[in-house]
């Protein structure tokens, strides 16, 4: 178990540039989720995946960010066009299905710091 | 809809002594998790505790217990014998029934020598 990977671990980028992050989950972990956690908040659900499907999607996902697991396994948060207020940090956590298995908790990991000036 | 509410921005405690952070919750879903997650300066979230809907006792899990009150829909994070390493964000949250989990605004906790 060498829990769930992000790269970068920061991004800095100029405004109207488009970035993309990547999210190795827990490998035997078919749920994963992308959040975003601003200074001074709580993280804010952005989508979530079952296997390779994406099953939710918050509002807050404007049509500028994309998200992807072609094949169940990592995933990738594209966000074009970046605008200042994008800046945050973006964590993506994994879970089990099972809760026999550790379904009932996220495993997080490290985040992508994105600033964008 | 389902919300967290975590009304203490920021507390301190002396070490060695215990500490409670207070967690309020709204939901109309019958069945529920709720969990408390410590985030140090590093950024990283580290799971500290689970409680479910339907059990009847407090979880515990070593120094950390969470003080359940179904009818208060309250969870509060009680933190026994703080130590130095203990000061960091505390967030309570909340999966439904849909699997998303809710997070609160947070409680920046620091301990004093």
């Known amino acids: 178990d060498t829990g769930v990977s992000q790269d970068p671990r920061h991004k800095i980028t100029k405004r109207g540039q488009n970035v993309t992050f990547r999210c190795d989950p827990i490998s035997e972990h078919n749920r994963l989720y992308w959040y975003r956690q601003t200074l001074g908040q709580g993280p804010e659900f952005l989508t979530y995946?079952?296997?390779?499907?994406?099953?939710?999607k918050s509002r807050l996902l404007s049509d500028r960010f994309s998200a992807e697991r072609p094949k169940g396994s990592f995933s990738t948060l594209e966000i074009q066009r970046t605008e200042q207020g994008d800046s945050a940090m973006y964590l993506c956590?994994?879970?089990?299905?099972?809760?026999?298995?550790?379904?009932?908790?996220?495993?997080f990991g490290s985040g992508t710091q994105l600033s964008v000036l | 809809a389902q919300k967290i509410t975590q009304t203490q921005p920021g507390m301190f405690v002396q070490e060695k002594e215990a500490v409670t952070l207070d967690c309020t919750y709204d939901t109309s879903d019958q069945s529920y998790g709720l969990f408390w997650y410590k985030q140090p300066s590093s950024g990283e979230m580290i799971f500290l505790i689970y409680?479910?809907?339907?059990?009847?006792q407090n979880a515990t899990e070593g120094r950390y217990s969470l003080n359940f009150q179904k009818a208060r829909k309250s969870a509060n994070l009680v933190i026994s014998a703080s130590q130095l390493g203990d000061s960091a964000m505390y967030f309570c949250?909340?999966?439904?029934?849909?699997?998303?989990?809710?997070f609160g605004t947070g409680t920046s906790l620091t301990v004093i020598p």
């Open positions: 949250a909340m999966r439904g029934t849909g699997n998303q989990f809710y």
């Open positions: 956590a994994s879970s089990p299905s099972s809760p026999r298995a550790g379904g009932e908790k996220l495993f």
């Open positions: 409680q479910g809907s339907y059990d009847e």
């Open positions: 995946f079952q296997n390779e499907a994406q099953l939710e």
